[in-house]
Structures are given as structure tokens and as C-alpha cells.
């Protein structure tokens, strides 16, 4: 017979589960931001991928999963809906073959630059709520913590 958990370690747990808060912390801001690109027709993740592909150099899958802290498998597979879309093209590397480079293609980088201003406005929304101080100190936790 397994031994009961009392429900006061549940509100413990509840109330000091760090994995508990970011969780809920990262819904609330996906839907968020999902609810203010969705004129462009972008999620917050699919901004994110976009805003990741847009350097001088088309980067390979590795450096953006890593930064996206991403396996490539997710990755892939994210990239696909915005391939299909016309935003992102997928092309082989030139000096190995076997490696793939992501592009923004030129509408990608349009849809990307309509957003941009409603993602800074999204933002804006939480550094107003919340104050520049506990935003950055909010960062910066969440630096340490990735």
C-alpha cells in the first residue's frame, strides 16, 4: 500500500515549485505575445526562429537550436510551417554538403519587420506593469537559470 502525500505538501509545492512558476510564467507570456503577432500571422516561437535566422550570414541548424535551446529535431520541425509559408529557405551549406544553412527569405524578413514594432509594443506593456527594474532583474535571473 503506498503511503499518502499530505495535501499541505501539496500547497508547498504549489506555492514553491520553481518549475511550477516559469511553466505558468511562459504560458501567460505565449499567449501574450501568440495574441499580438497573430495580425502577421507569426506565434511568439515563430518570431523568436525568425528573429534567430536574421544575421549577415545564414546560420547553420546547430548554433540556432542551441541558442533556442532547442534539440534539432524540434527545430526541424518547427522550421517546416515557415518553409511551406515562403519565410525561411533551407540550403545546403557550400563547403559541407551533409550541413543545412537557414535563410530568411525576403518575405520572411518583411513579415519579420512587421512585427518587430508589435513584439516592442508587447513588451512595452510588460515593462510598464512591471517596472524596468524588475524586468531586467527578471533577465537577468532568467540568464542565470538557462
Not at 38 to 59: E, I, K, Y
Request: proline share 6%; net charge positive.
Amino acid at each position: 500500500m503506498s503511503k499518502k502525500i499530505p495535501f499541505e505538501t501539496t500547497l508547498h509545492v504549489r506555492d514553491t515549485c520553481l518549475c511550477l512558476h516559469v511553466q505558468r510564467a511562459a504560458r501567460a507570456l505565449a499567449r501574450h505575445f501568440d495574441e499580438a503577432l497573430r495580425p502577421v500571422g507569426l506565434t511568439n516561437g515563430q518570431f523568436s526562429l525568425l528573429m534567430a535566422l536574421n544575421r549577415p550570414q545564414p546560420p547553420a541548424i546547430k548554433p540556432v537550436a542551441q541558442l533556442l535551446a532547442m534539440d534539432r529535431t524540434t527545430l526541424t520541425a518547427a522550421i517546416k510551417p515557415l518553409e511551406r509559408q515562403g519565410l525561411v529557405r533551407i540550403d545546403s551549406d557550400p563547403d559541407d554538403r551533409r550541413s543545412r544553412l537557414l535563410a530568411l527569405t525576403e518575405k520572411g524578413h518583411r513579415v519579420l519587420s512587421e512585427a518587430l514594432p508589435i513584439w516592442t509594443n508587447a513588451h512595452a506593456e510588460f515593462d510598464a506593469q512591471l517596472g524596468a527594474e524588475v524586468m531586467e532583474d527578471l533577465r537577468a535571473s532568467l540568464r542565470m537559470l538557462a
